[in-house]
């Protein structure tokens, strides 16, 4: 496949006849884990449309390009956005085809550059007008946002852009793009606002459209990902979750995607843990790809997140503050750290002697009480459901502590 693409390539007059055989080809790349060339080869495409793309930026530049973009978005209602003119400019539509598969990459390879992705995407759309593949950019840039801001109103923001996004889907003809825009937007953004199992659901229809298409497998394993993390924290039957987990594990070990194994494999292992302390562990027939090797990565987000899950579960509450610790003070995901704040604010009322109303664990978890709240109390507006529980129980766990008993009963039951 490399050489007739190559020869393609080759034989063509200008960059616009070649654009359908690049775009292949750097899909054959990352499919095959060859990302770094799959990433150097999307840059050098979008050199020749045009587009000027740095090789990094501090964050003090990146802020201000997703503060501009994001008061462009703002000035926008959700039908304005929605019922943009439609633009038929194939060279916008392939510019953005490689911002999305700049994106996927470098979710491997540099994800500190993912919102100016998002951010050019948005910007070009804006300049040129709506196309399929702008609805890419939308959630693209959403969902990045969604990862990387932890305050309210910019959540609550993107959750507006999301109406937008639904409308367009419905616009478009969106089984070519739909694998893609769901693992951002239902992976990302919906969560805020809707069911968990609601983003469940519409990720695994990704995961099959995706893997139907042929073209999209690797956005299918992103939903993968993103479908067994969501269907966990929405307190899905573990049974039925592990028989899953395996299935997606086994497809991804037939397509050989190495990149996504380690993620799916590190909710296998707390899945397994929390159903009977890790005897199920061993019911995968897997050759190249064990927990014990995943977690040799220690410093993966996902990894860590879920050694903290398990720690937490099993009750090793030491344990659970080393990984926390060690989550909160890297650049962790914001609805991972939402929910790694909910949990350490159990953990510390966990260590706490009801009857003692001071010393150094009840003020500790006072504070872990205090940050965790800030947090999800906003939330819980957005979505009662997702956020809302989480906030009673908490208020339930400091009112029993201040032996009010009385109102920490009606929380507990709410």
Known sequence: AYGVLKEIIKNTRCIEDSLDAYYLYVVILFACEEREEAYLLCREVLSQLNETIPDSMVEEELTAVIQETGGLLARMSVDDLSEMEET???????????????????????????????????????????????????????????????????????????????????????????????????????MYTAPLQLCVDNLRKGFEVGMSSGKYVFAAFFCSINLVRAAFLSGQNLSTLLKETDYHLQVMTQFRNKMTIPYVTAFRETISILIDKGQSAGSRNENDETPKAVYAQRSNEWLCFNKALQSFWLGHSERFNHYSKKLLENQLGSHNKFTILFYAALNAFRGVNKNARSGSKFTKAKLEYSEAISVLGPLAELSPLNFGSKVYLLQAEMLALERKDEEAKSLYAA
């Open 88 to 190: 038929e400019n194939t060279s916008l539509q392939f510019t953005l085809k490689f911002y999305t598969l700049l994106c996927f990459i470098s979710y491997f390879r540099s994800s500190n550059m993912l919102p100016f992705f998002g951010c050019r995407m948005v910007r070009l759309t804006l300049k040129h007008g709506m196309c399929q593949d702008s609805v890419l950019g939308l959630a693209t840039f959403a969902g990045t946002i969604c990862i990387g801001n932890r305050q309210v109103p910019a959540i609550r923001e993107m959750c507006r852009v999301g109406e937008a996004i639904k409308k367009l889907l419905k616009r478009f003809d969106s089984s070519a793009i739909l694998p893609m825009v769901y693992v951002a937007y239902y992976g990302h953004v919906v």
